[in-house]
């Protein structure tokens, strides 16, 4: 389906910026013997409040409904559509391994409303919990939906390393006095030119969803996941007149602390004398 290209090879995809940096399982291994992980709390806390969804055909402006990990649901007074949706105990090809979920969905995946747009940004275990999707190459576009670059990799096996593509979506909504809206969905990605690229290409957005999570060692998370700093340096990057957080508190996959990716993004807005309404991080 994909053409030899600036991030194809003919077998393998790639980032064209950089941050290809395979990490060998001797690197795996030895960050897991070094590892000085910090602690999570025993018990998780959940949001008391339930989420309010548009009903179909309403007049309502663009929706956003926070699940949990990537999954949002993004809804106008036409169309919703789903992100990354993980609803499953474990983000793992088996049941008994592999990162267990720590917080549970917002909402079990029976109770959402009609969704009429699944998007699913890669293919790892904690962003594709489903058996099937429609593939784009970058700057494709269907419909009001574009896959658009970040900075990421795949694999869902251990022999199919980046023979899947990566990608945010950008998606195009139309609110109620017909004014085009734009919403970034990052996916996962590491920090890098991908985001001023995107901007130059297609203007400021108007709402982008970033991951704040997953980012410790650097020096294994770097080039793959933004730590909260670059995050916001994203924000800036993709001129966003608002952002808010995901990819946090889910699942425990890496060494930060639980709630360090909040603490962090609250102190790098409040150094840049920023509201946290500039960049929310929901519950």
């Known amino acids: 389906m994909y053409p030899v290209s600036d991030h194809f090879d003919g077998?393998?995809?790639?980032?064209?910026w950089g941050g290809n940096?395979?990490?060998?399982?001797?690197?795996?291994?030895?960050?897991?013997?070094?590892?000085?992980?910090?602690?999570?709390?025993?018990?998780?806390?959940?949001?008391?409040?339930?989420?309010?969804?548009?009903?179909?055909?309403?007049?309502a402006s663009e929706h956003v409904t926070y699940l949990g990990h990537s999954t949002i649901l993004i809804q106008d007074q036409d169309t919703s559509i789903l992100t990354d949706p993980q609803?499953?105990?474990?983000?793992?090809?088996?049941?008994?391994?592999g990162p267990k979920r720590f917080r549970r969905a917002a909402v079990e995946i029976d109770n959402l409303p009609p969704v009429d747009i699944v998007l699913v940004s890669h293919n790892h275990y904690d962003h594709l919990d489903l058996t099937s999707l429609v593939e784009l190459d970058w700057w494709q576009k269907e419909g009001g939906i574009q896959l658009v670059p970040v900075q990421h990799w795949s694999a869902r096996g251990l022999f199919d390393r980046n023979e899947a593509l990566w990608g945010g979506f950008l998606i195009h909504l139309l609110d109620?006095?017909?004014?085009?809206k734009k919403i970034f969905f990052a996916g996962d990605t590491g920090y890098g030119p991908h985001f001023k690229m995107i901007q130059e290409r297609v203007g400021q957005i108007d709402l982008s969803i970033l991951p704040i999570g997953a980012?410790?060692?650097?020096?294994?998370?770097?080039?793959?996941h933004m730590n909260p700093q670059e995050a916001l340096q994203a924000h800036f990057d993709l001129q966003?007149?608002?952002?808010f957080a995901m990819h946090f508190e889910t699942f425990r996959m890496t060494d930060e602390g639980y709630g360090e990716p909040r603490q962090n993004l609250r102190q790098a807005l409040a150094e840049k004398g920023l509201s946290k309404e500039v960049f929310l991080y929901l519950k």
């Open 11 to 16: 077998h393998h995809f790639y980032n064209p």
């Open 21 to 59: 940096g395979k990490k060998t399982f001797l690197d795996i291994l030895k960050w897991k013997l070094t590892s000085q992980a910090k602690d999570w709390p025993v018990t998780p806390t959940h949001a008391s409040v339930i989420p309010q969804f548009v009903k179909e055909g309403s007049v």
């Open 87 to 97: 609803f499953s105990e474990r983000a793992s090809p088996v049941s008994f391994l």
């Open 176 to 180: 109620e006095k017909m004014i085009e």
């Open 215 to 224: 980012y410790e060692p650097r020096s294994i998370m770097k080039e793959f």
């Open 240 to 243: 966003s007149k608002q952002s």
